[in-house]
């Protein structure tokens, strides 16, 4: 199973909207409903932030948005504030039963 | 308060044996699925195994299958990644996380494979 394709690094200023795109294949993201994102701090453990696509596990904020369209899912964030400095990976459900992750992308708030 | 915590991470021998645990509270751990996803330092996060609530089926990445096996005690709360044949590259923290859609995980447990 091969890792979903995500950009190595985006970067915004504060108070900026950026996207993060994850592309897959038919096999996964365009064939399922089943795409998350991650969060994951230096040193930290992931956290989750958007499931099924486009939902926001309570507590998370709304100024992240996730969408899929094809094969290829996006995470949006909004109003980008300093402690949203991180990587972010995106996952899938496959047709193997299996989740694959993206490589994951490096968010940079200048 | 959901918590997951993980051990039995260490030094290892390359084609040694370790036992992962992952001990569970803060819910009712017999009704969900559990994965086990690694992390090689500096890299990024490669799912390896996930079984569903009650044991009866698991699953596996290409790159373990045969070597690791995954179990759980309902009884105990615990989760089990038995990983056998040991290599270099499975030098990674493993992270033991809830639910189809991951959505809370342990801090991780430091596995390095390296004679």
């Known amino acids: 199973q091969s890792a979903l394709t995500q950009p190595a690094s985006v970067s915004g200023s504060p108070g900026q909207s950026i996207t993060i795109s994850c592309t897959g294949t038919?096999?996964?993201?365009?064939?399922?409903?089943?795409v998350s994102w991650y969060q994951q701090h230096p040193g930290k453990a992931p956290k989750l932030m958007v499931y099924?696509?486009?939902n926001r596990p309570s507590g998370v904020s709304n100024r992240f948005a996730g969408s899929k369209s094809g094969n290829t899912a996006s995470l949006n964030i909004s109003g980008l504030q300093a402690e949203d400095e991180a990587d972010y990976y995106c996952?899938?459900?496959?047709?193997?039963?299996?989740?694959?992750f993206g490589g994951g992308t490096k968010l940079t708030v200048l | 308060e959901v918590q997951l915590v993980e051990s039995g991470g260490g030094l290892v021998q390359p084609g040694g044996s370790l036992r992962l645990s992952c001990e569970a509270s803060?819910?009712?751990?017999?009704?969900?699925?559990m994965h086990w996803v690694r992390q090689v330092p500096g890299k990024g996060l490669v799912w390896v195994s996930r079984?569903?609530?009650?044991?009866?089926?698991?699953t596996y990445a290409d790159s373990v299958k045969g070597r690791f096996t995954i179990s759980r005690d309902n009884a105990k709360s615990t989760l089990y990644l038995q990983m056998n044949s040991l290599r270099a590259e499975d030098t990674a923290v493993y992270y033991c996380?809830?639910?189809?859609?991951?959505?809370?995980w342990g801090q991780g447990t430091l596995v390095t494979v390296s004679s």
């Open positions: 803060g819910f009712t751990f017999s009704s969900y699925w």
């Open positions: 038919s096999s996964d993201v365009g064939g399922y409903n089943y």
């Open positions: 099924d696509v486009s």
């Open positions: 996952s899938s459900y496959t047709s193997s039963t299996t989740r694959v």
């Open positions: 996380t809830r639910d189809v859609i991951l959505d809370y």
């Open positions: 079984i569903n609530s009650d044991g009866s089926s698991t």
